[in-house]
């Protein structure tokens, strides 16, 4: 073994490959919105299957002027929608996106989404990972259809 594939060795045995997550994108889709809604949201599943916990702290798509990870709580008997920092996702756990729950907002879109369409999103994670995926939007219709106080 010469000089450089020593440092080499040494390099790659310093670094721990476990610790890094492998957070899995499922069951992604954006909602629809009627002709002129500035808004949307995204919605999925966040699994990872590494040894340590990881967060997803950004979201970005080229449709929306502004993209943010939100939350809902009570507050005084009304739901409000809140900006987190960001979504933990748990060593070996998930986390679930949901309407009513976590999510991603999409404020400002250049267009409507339309169902069947699909929209590139990429979710920026705590260890430095990037996924890039076309999620497709779906119409979703809630019990109330959810209204939401800043």
């Known amino acids: 073994m010469n000089f450089r594939t020593s440092l080499i060795a040494a390099a790659f045995s310093a670094v721990s490959f476990s610790s890094f997550a ?3 994108v499922s069951k992604p ?3 629809a919105t009627p002709p002129h809604a500035p808004n949307s949201a ?3 599943m966040l699994k990872n299957s590494g040894d340590e916990s990881v967060s997803l702290v950004k979201a970005a798509t080229p449709v929306a002027k502004k993209v943010e990870l ?4 009570m507050d005084g008997g009304m739901m409000k929608m809140r900006q987190v920092e960001n ?3 748990p060593a070996n756990g998930m986390s679930e996106l949901k309407p009513g729950g976590l999510h991603i907002m999409l404020f400002g879109l250049q267009n409507p989404l339309k169902e069947g369409e699909t929209l590139p999103l990429t979710l920026s994670f705590s260890d430095g990972t990037k996924v890039t995926k076309k ?3 779906k119409k979703v219709i809630t019990g109330s259809q959810m209204k939401h106080k800043h």
Request: zero cysteines.
């Open 135 to 137: 999620i497709p939007v």
């Open 70 to 73: 939100h939350t809902h709580t």
């Open 22 to 24: 492998a957070v899995e």
């Open 42 to 44: 995204a919605f999925m």
């Open 29 to 31: 889709y954006a909602r």
């Open 87 to 89: 979504i933990e996702i």
